[in-house]
C-alpha cells in the first residue's frame, strides 16, 4: 500500500514550488533587479537544458515583488512551439496574463487592445509604471514574434510605460542574438537583448552542502497539510544524530566521480539531477523503500546519482561547438 505521506513529501520536492535558493539563483535575482532599477529594457538568459532555469525564473518573479510589492506585474510566459500569427501572439499572452476565456472570434487588434489596457492597468497600479514579461523558452521566438513584442513596448513607452522582457532558454537563445547581430537586427537586439547571462547549476561543493541543509530543515507534506515532522527523520528514523549534511563530501565526490566514469565535459551540476537523485534516495532506501537502510552512504549515493540520468547530461550543444571551433 503507498503512504500517502511519503508520496506527498516526494511529490513536493518535484514540484516548483519547491526552490533552494542556489548561488546561481541568488546572482542572478541580483544582476535583474539591478537592471529593472537602471530601466533597462531586456536581457537574455541562457544555459543547458536541467540546471534549473525555470525554478530561478520562479525566484527571480519572487525577489522582484518582495522589492517593489505584490502587486508589481510580472507574467511568466512559457513559449510553446505554436503557429506564427499575430493572433496568436497575443492569444498565448493574454493566457499567460491569467485570462482563461479568449473568444476564437476575437480578432488580432481586438486581442491587442486588451493585452495593452490590461498591462496598463497594471503598471498604473502600482507607482512605478513599469511591467516585466518573463519569457520561458525563449528561443522558439521567431523575427515576427519579436517584432510584435517591439510593437508592444512601442506602445506601452507612448502611455510611459517601461516594459522589461527578461528571456530565458537554451544556448539557441544566443545563437539567435549571434544571428540578429549579423543581419543588423539592432533593434531587436537594443530592445530585449542588450545584456546576456549564462545561468549554471552547482559548481563547487559548497553549493551542494547548502542545498543538503535546505533538506535537513525540510518539514514533510501531509494530507492536512505542513508538518514539524523533518523528512530525515521520517525517511531515515534510525539514522541516530547523522544529518543530511554529513553527507556533503560523499554526495559531491560521487557526482564528481559519475562525471568523470561517463566523460561528461561540462563542469556544472544541474539541479534537476540533484533533485532527481534526492528523491530517488529517500524512495529507494528509506523507510518505505525496497533497500531501506540507516542512513545511506557513498555506495547508495552513487547508485542514486546514475539511476537520475546525470551520466547522460553532458552537454552535447558545447561539445559540439568546441570540436567544431578545433576543427576551424
Not at 498604473?124 to 523575427?143: H, N, Q
Not at 563547487?204 to 514539524?228: H, Q, R, T, W, Y
Amino acid at each position: 500500500m503507498v503512504d500517502m505521506t511519503s508520496e506527498l513529501t516526494l511529490r513536493s520536492l518535484s514540484s516548483t514550488d519547491c526552490i533552494i535558493k542556489t548561488k546561481a539563483i541568488h546572482q542572478l535575482s541580483a544582476e535583474l533587479l539591478d537592471l529593472l532599477s537602471t530601466s533597462t529594457c531586456g536581457a537574455i538568459i541562457y544555459g543547458r537544458a536541467r540546471i534549473g532555469k525555470t525554478r530561478a525564473m520562479i525566484s527571480v518573479a519572487d525577489s522582484i515583488r518582495d522589492k517593489y510589492g505584490e502587486n508589481f506585474p510580472v507574467i511568466m510566459w512559457d513559449i510553446t512551439d505554436h503557429a506564427i500569427t499575430e493572433k496568436n501572439f497575443y492569444t498565448t499572452l493574454l493566457m499567460a496574463m491569467g485570462f482563461e476565456q479568449i473568444p476564437s472570434s476575437s480578432t488580432a487588434l481586438a486581442l491587442k487592445e486588451r493585452v495593452l489596457n490590461t498591462l496598463s492597468i497594471m503598471a498604473y497600479e502600482t507607482p512605478f509604471k513599469k511591467v516585466v514579461i518573463m519569457l520561458d523558452e525563449a528561443w522558439k521566438f521567431t523575427e515576427k514574434d519579436f517584432s510584435w513584442l517591439m510593437d508592444l513596448y512601442n506602445n506601452l513607452n507612448h502611455k510611459d510605460i517601461l516594459l522589461t522582457c527578461f528571456l530565458f532558454g537554451t544556448h539557441e537563445l544566443k545563437d539567435i542574438k549571434s544571428e540578429f547581430k549579423l543581419r543588423g537586427k539592432d533593434q531587436i537586439i537594443g530592445r530585449f537583448m542588450i545584456k546576456e547571462y549564462q545561468f549554471y547549476g552547482m559548481k563547487e561543493a559548497k553549493e551542494l552542502m547548502l542545498c543538503l541543509v535546505f533538506m535537513d530543515n525540510m518539514p514533510i507534506k501531509c494530507a492536512s497539510g505542513n508538518s514539524s515532522i523533518m523528512i530525515n527523520d521520517f525517511f531515515f528514523p534510525d539514522r541516530g544524530e547523522a544529518k543530511f549534511i554529513n553527507l556533503a563530501s560523499d554526495y559531491w565526490n560521487a557526482f564528481m566521480n559519475v562525471r568523470r566514469e561517463c566523460k561528461i565535459a561540462a563542469e556544472d551540476i544541474p539541479m534537476k539531477y540533484f533533485i532527481d537523485s534526492f528523491i530517488i534516495l529517500l524512495q529507494k532506501y528509506g523507510r518505505f523503500g525496497a533497500d531501506r537502510v540507516a542512513f545511506p552512504t557513498y555506495q547508495e549515493l552513487v547508485i542514486c546519482i546514475k539511476e537520475s540520468g546525470y551520466g547522460e547530461s553532458d552537454d552535447e550543444y558545447e561539445n559540439t561547438r568546441s570540436k567544431r571551433k578545433k576543427q576551424a
